[in-house]
Every structure is written in structure tokens, then in C-alpha cells.
């Protein structure tokens, strides 16, 4: 099924509106995906409550739509 990557940004974003958001399409099969987020949202969050708070934002498609994702989260310097 997989998800396509222009979703999968427009869901992190709406969680995250000041996010800047990079993906890559890891197998070119839209389920195994490299997402680089960096917001001020996360600003006094652990790594582990940042990358809680992008799964929560992509709404148990986890697992279903989207195999894999491999996440990487900063806050801006």
C-alpha cells in the first residue's frame, strides 16, 4: 500500500508547523522513509518525546501505510 512522501511531510507539518522537514524515500517502494525534522517545538524535550511526538503525529499509520521510518530530530541552532 505505502504512503506517499508529500502526505507523509503534510502530516508532520500540520503537527508542526514551524517544522523544516526532510525526506527520503529509502527503497522507492513509499513505505521505508528517512524523515529529518527539525523544530522549536522540541525545544526542552527529550530526543525520545520528540520522536514520540512525530509518530503521534503521523496517527498509527505506523505499522500500517508506512513500514518504516527512520527519524532524526533538532531543534533550530
Given at each position: 500500500m505505502g504512503m506517499r512522501e508529500d502526505d507523509l511531510r503534510a502530516m508532520i507539518v500540520a503537527a508542526f508547523p514551524?517544522?523544516?522537514?526532510?525526506?527520503?524515500?529509502?527503497?522507492?517502494?513509499?513505505?521505508h522513509y528517512a524523515a529529518h525534522v527539525v523544530s522549536a517545538t522540541f525545544r526542552g524535550m527529550t530526543r525520545v518525546a520528540q520522536h514520540k511526538a512525530v509518530y503521534?503525529?503521523?496517527?498509527?499509520?505506523?505499522?500500517?501505510?508506512?513500514?518504516?521510518?527512520?527519524?532524526?530530530?533538532?531543534?533550530?541552532?
Open positions: 514551524d517544522a523544516e522537514v526532510t525526506i527520503t524515500d529509502l527503497a522507492g517502494d513509499n513505505d503521534a503525529a503521523l496517527g498509527g499509520r505506523m505499522g500500517g501505510e508506512l513500514h518504516a521510518l527512520q527519524l532524526t530530530t533538532a531543534i533550530p541552532s
